[in-house]
Nanobody
Framework: QVQLVESGGGLVQAGGSLRLSCAASGIIFSTNAMGWYRQAPGKQRELVATISRGGITNYSDSVKGRFTISRDNAKLTVYLQMNSLKPEDTAVYYC????????????WGQGTQVTVSS
């Protein structure tokens, strides 16, 4: 049974930092690309950042230079370090195991709320 459990969300002032964690179980973590996505009220879920199994990263333009995605394969955990937070970063942040073929579908975590006050 695949489980992705996010933690680290909360309320922070603009300009502050938060570090999100996503602990995985039920998958061979090191062989999977992972991602962080977010969904603000009334908006569609959007990509924040992804990291390949080899550590190659990709960011949305809106967070590039402020957020850093990383992974610790030994701890089965993917992280999202968020610096210089802005009110527009307020959203529910979701961890995702990316799909990699028919036998390796995508899975989502339950999400963690991030609220940035101005």
């Amino acid at each position: 049974q695949v489980q992705l459990v996010e933690s680290g969300g909360g309320l922070v002032q603009a300009g502050g930092s938060l570090r999100l964690s996503c602990a995985a179980s039920g998958i061979i973590f090191s062989t999977n690309a992972m991602g962080w996505y977010r969904q603000a009220p009334g908006k569609q879920r959007e990509l924040v950042a992804t990291i390949s199994r080899g550590g190659i990263t990709n960011y949305s333009d809106s967070v590039k230079g402020r957020f850093t995605i990383s992974r610790d394969n030994a701890k089965l955990t993917v992280y999202l370090q968020m610096n210089s937070l802005k009110p527009e970063d307020t959203a529910v942040y979701y961890c995702k195991k990316e799909a990699s073929g028919v036998w390796s579908p995508a899975y989502w975590g339950q999400g963690t709320q991030v609220t940035v006050s101005s």
